[in-house]
């Protein structure tokens, strides 16, 4: 399995592929969006699933264009994160609620 993120998400997509190894011991390989496209999209089957990390910022198109084309080579796809419904053909949607600002700001003493 490949699991993909960008920005930020790609610190989700690496701690996803560890805890797929840790508890499912699932071989969970993560990927920026943009390396999926340099060698490794070659294992996609249907048989290989890519978990792809999609958030509401700049890092989505990325996101989208890289679950596109392992879509194209046959593989499941499962989404998550913020924008999670944006990405098309997605066997598994996985959304998660946008944090408030609130909970990423520091609290006041």
Known sequence: MFVIGRGVEFATARE???????????????????????????ALDPLFPVWAIASTDATLAPVQEAAARAREMGATLVASGTAASAITGASYCVPVPSPSVALLSPSSP
């Open 16 to 42: 996803i592929a560890l805890k797929l190894l840790e508890t499912c011991r699932v071989a969970a390989e993560p990927l920026t969006a943009t390396d999926l496209a340099h060698g490794p999209v070659a």
